[in-house]
């Protein structure tokens, strides 16, 4: 089968400190680096071996992972698997690029994004423009706070056309239709993101095709809902797949609501889903 992995570990440390973001920081100290490192190649090590399933895989670390060796070398290997259909990790873009050149670019892909006030402008930009020139398949996004709109603008008339700049409506934020229209015209998309999907009682891919899965191997259906499918080394989420509808009242994050099935987003983020890049750029780009 077809099975969707979303891997987190333990690492939460990060280079940037953005006061919007929802993840709590923490400067991780050498042992849960440690920590960290070994759950990362205890999860690779399952993935490189099992055959069951052709596997998509995205990394979503509360840090950042892609300052740290052990993410880039993995993500690397995984890229060059048969059975591995694509791998993907979110990324503020701040790491080097050269390890790219270890990778299979048909099968590794990067959820990118800006953080204004965080790093220089210039310096994000040139980063991706390196990766356009390599290759990589990129979507790049910002969070649509007020005080971001320009620097969003900017950076959609600086990014190659081919790539796609995603707008995430920032947590807590309500949107005036003015403000959403000025989104929208950087990212047709964003109405998707702007408002909470109701999902209770709805169906949803996660815990079928798609689970989530945290550094000791315990399976959760995503990322937002506690309860246990199993574990992932001992086999024991495998008879816990089936379908299943979302007991929560809504789904307010594009990792969690483009899986629900009243939506229409595998057809719109066709081939694409995990690194969010639509089938067909929105406005015709």
């Known amino acids: 089968m077809d099975l969707t992995i979303l891997y987190r570990g333990p690492l939460a440390s990060c280079d940037y400190d953005c006061p919007y973001c929802p993840f709590a920081k923490r400067r991780d100290s050498r042992a849960q680096l440690t920590a960290d490192r070994a759950a990362l190649e205890r999860f690779a090590t399952w993935a490189t071996a099992q055959r069951e399933d052709r596997l998509s895989l995205l990394f979503t670390p509360w840090g950042e992972g892609l300052v740290r060796s052990w993410y880039r070398r993995t993500l690397a290997e995984l890229s060059r698997l048969p059975h591995i259909h694509r791998v993907a990790i979110q990324t503020n873009l701040s790491c080097r690029t050269d390890w790219l050149d270890t990778a299979d670019l048909d099968t590794l892909a ?20 390196d990766l356009a020139t390599r290759g990589v398949r990129h979507s790049v996004g910002v969070v649509g706070l007020p005080e ?3 620097q969003a603008r900017r950076l959609r008339a600086d990014l190659p056309a081919h790539v796609y700049l995603w707008i995430n409506a920032a ?25 909470p999907h109701r999902s209770a009682g709805l169906p949803c891919r996660t815990g079928e095709s798609v689970i989530s899965v ?8 995503c990322h937002f809902v506690r309860s246990e499918l199993g574990n992932l080394y001992d086999g024991s989420y495998r008879s816990a797949l089936r379908p299943r509808a979302c007991p929560l009242t809504v789904c307010d994050c594009h990792i969690g ?8 987003l595998y057809d719109v983020f066709a081939g694409g889903v995990l690194e969010r890049i639509p089938a067909t750029l929105p406005g015709g780009g």
């Open 110 to 129: 990067l959820w990118c994004t800006f953080h204004p006030g965080q790093t220089p402008y210039d310096r994000f930009l040139a980063k991706c423009r």
């Open 148 to 150: 971001h709109l320009e």
């Open 171 to 195: 947590e807590g934020h309500t949107y005036t239709d003015a403000e959403a229209e000025q989104w929208s015209a950087l990212d047709p998309l964003f109405p998707y993101s702007r408002h």
């Open 214 to 221: 945290n550094g000791e191997g315990t399976v959760h259906r």
């Open 257 to 264: 609501y483009v899986h629900l099935e009243t939506l229409p």
